[in-house]
């Protein structure tokens, strides 16, 4: 496998330089750089991140499909994505998905993360 390189998400510096990550490292890095981007808070990308409907329905299907597209458009390198959500009982307003994908074939461990909404 051929070994993928990029800055740490969030950016991060060492002895004067920026930080590097790597493979699996920066794959989940950008994944998670996605879902905590919202529309137009990039200047030079307006369309990175999720869309501002994402959460508009209450539908976990509907969701987990906007969070897919918007991860599988954005992120190179992943294969085999899935995307599963629901809404969590007890707290308003906080999403929690789990992400499984593979990378060159090779699977990963699912992320879990709670987004708010």
């Known amino acids: 496998m051929t070994e993928i390189r990029g800055l740490t998400y969030p950016l991060q510096i060492s002895k ?34 999720l869309p501002d409907e994402t959460f508009e329905t209450l539908q976990p299907a509907a969701i987990d499909a906007k969070i897919s597209n918007a991860i599988a458009e954005q992120v190179g390198s992943i294969q085999d994505l899935s995307v599963r959500g629901s809404w969590t009982q007890g707290e308003q307003g906080i999403y929690s998905v789990i992400i499984s ?6 699977p990963q461990p699912p992320l879990t993360l709670s987004l708010v909404v």
């Open 16 to 49: 004067g330089g920026l930080n590097l990550s790597t493979d699996a490292q920066l794959v989940e890095e950008r994944i998670v750089s996605v879902l905590e981007t919202r529309p137009f808070e990039r200047i030079m990308r307006a369309d990175y991140g």
């Open 101 to 106: 994908y593979s990378i060159s074939g090779n």
